[in-house]
């Protein structure tokens, strides 16, 4: 079993996301799920990224007040910057929630859907797999793109529990394509905390490989993991190396091991009066 492990990467309080993308480019990220802030310092972005390909999630309304459906001209603006850097940022995908804002037109969403590089619908916390199954039908019926799946596999254990890791054969065959896509990250039953794997949240992670294994996954598996402290940036980094060996990747494993202490300076090094307290 062999497949790329991600890592999402945004802007954090003053730290660019080209300054995350140097450090990540130094432990050779192979993949990297950007949001919104990617185009605010592309050029900065473009200058030293080196991973092979990336995705976009597309904005929505819990922590950008927008998504797909809003009648607002920044959200036609990300389309617009996705659409010219598809290219030049490697981009493979665009994740996308279902739409939640009152204001907002299904019309536009589908509109924006179709313009979109591989639309990977997300499953949703408290959302089950008849009501996705529906929102993924009626968008693919309403729309002349093809469209992918993104399994987050913590918003399915905040609704499915121990089942979390059974889904309906549709969306399995979609994950054993090549353009299968997941999110993991360390979670709990009552919220999605974006921690970092096996060190904080009680969502068991072990079965995750086996279920990897059994449909012969051959995507993209991103850590959605949000650092709170410098400390949290060491436990990304055992999340890192642990899906490195579970995706077989052992060199590379090897070669973060060692690299890890460099890293972590540099990052503190970031600590400087022109970008106090980055967490």
């Not at 660019?16 to 480019?25: D, F, G, L, R, Y």
């Not at 019309?107 to 997300?122: A, Q, V």
């Not at 408290?126 to 913590?154: H, M, R, V």
């Not at 969502?203 to 993991?225: A, D, N, Q, R, Y």
Request: charged share 20%; net charge neutral.
């Amino acid at each position: 079993m062999t497949f790329t492990t991600g890592l999402t990467i945004q802007k954090v309080n003053t730290i660019q996301p080209s300054q995350w993308v140097k450090i990540a480019s130094v432990i050779r990220l192979k993949h990297i799920e950007f949001d919104q802030t990617v185009f605010d310092d592309l050029e900065g972005v473009l200058q030293i990224l080196k991973s092979s390909q990336t995705t976009i999630h597309a904005p929505y309304v819990e922590d950008y007040g927008i998504d797909l459906s809003s009648n607002n001209k920044e959200v036609d603006t990300f389309v617009e910057n996705v659409i010219n850097n598809q290219r030049n940022l490697n981009i493979i995908g665009v994740v996308v929630h279902p739409p939640s804002d009152a204001s907002g037109s299904w019309e536009k969403f589908y509109k924006r859907i179709e313009n979109l590089p591989l639309p990977l619908l997300e499953n949703m916390p408290y959302q089950s797999w008849e009501e996705f199954l529906q929102f993924f039908e009626t968008t693919q019926a309403n729309t002349n793109n093809k469209l992918g799946f993104c399994f987050d596999i913590p918003h399915s254990y905040i609704t499915h529990g121990k089942n979390y890791l059974e889904l309906p054969n549709h969306l399995l065959d979609l994950l054993q394509a090549p353009t299968g896509y997941i999110h993991i990250s360390g979670g709990t039953r009552e919220e999605d905390t974006h921690f970092p794997l096996l060190t904080d949240g009680d969502m068991p992670v072990e079965p995750v490989k086996e279920f990897l294994k059994k449909i012969h996954f051959s995507g993209t598996v991103t850590m959605e993991l949000r650092p709170r402290s410098l400390e949290d940036l060491n436990k990304i980094f055992r999340s890192y190396i642990y899906m490195l060996a579970m995706s077989g990747k052992n060199f590379h494993r090897f070669l973060v091991k060692i690299l890890r202490p460099f890293v972590m300076r540099k990052v503190r090094q970031m600590r400087t009066k022109k970008n106090p307290g980055i967490f």
